[in-house]
């Protein structure tokens, strides 16, 4: 059975300011996504499963379709505010999207085997998906998950502020806990993140996630028990979000299993704000002229 591809592309791109998923960078008009596809397809992929928002979905399938067609088979899925709450209320004045953790789980009914989850808007390289791939084939299971992990220093934006998930890791490369840091920036020579106690200080070169995890589809129970518990703990927290780390150190934390953090080679670029777009676009055209990508991928 080939692994799928489940890609995050519900975000509302608020910093960015326009429909960032569906941007072009590559020569022919390619979008980000459509790297990330044509290397999980030469990777072995079987499936893209796209999260997506209902408003946009005839736009959105009207680009990838027919490129697609024929060529790695395709699923939609949409997340809406009310997904998978069984009957809780939406806390009155929330506007704000429940996170990528509430997205995996808005997949489960067309997800039946081992899966990798990927954004949108962030380049990963052809070595990850190899590496994914590789995991998802031969070692994953329901007491073993991966992380594709970067280094800290080279995911920064030079425009802005990031959200990473920082990785705490043991001899073995075996995630001992890793927490979502939604303010990460470069401040002189330190990387520092902010929360409600003021700065700490990171290393540069801690292992980070870009969302690039590995799934065993038994994760899919586990996620929906800890998303119901989160909405009663956040129900007057309006801007809580259920991020995918809290499934991954809920998994360590509990002793349920073991996340593998596997060491990336590829440069990680992506798209958080507008003043990124021209270096994602370079950087294409490098891979391109370097013969890594053709003119034209579809």
Known sequence: MQPTLLIL????????????QTQGFGPSGETIMDYSIYDA???GFGKVVFIIREDFAEGFKANFEPKLKGKIKTEYVYQAMTSHLD?????????KPWGTGHAILCAKDVIKEPFAVI??????GSDAFVKAAAFLNNACNEKTYSIIGYELAKTLSEHGTVSRGVCQVDADNNLVSIKERTKIYREG???????????????FDSSVSMNFWCFHQSVFPATEKLFHQFVKDNSH????????PLIGDEFVSTQDGTIKVIPCSSQWFGVTYKED????KASIDKLVADAEYPSSLW
């Open 237 to 244: 927290n309006i801007k809580a979000e259920f991020f995918i």
């Open 41 to 43: 397809i030469r990777a």
């Open 87 to 95: 009957g809780m209320p939406v806390p009155e004045g929330r506007t």
């Open 119 to 124: 954004n949108a808007d962030d380049f990963y």
């Open 277 to 280: 777009a021209p270096v994602v």
């Open 189 to 203: 020579d330190t990387i520092v993140y902010e929360d409600e106690d003021g700065k700490h200080e990171v290393p």
């Open 9 to 20: 592309a519900a975000g509302m791109a608020s910093r960015y300011g326009s429909m960032k």
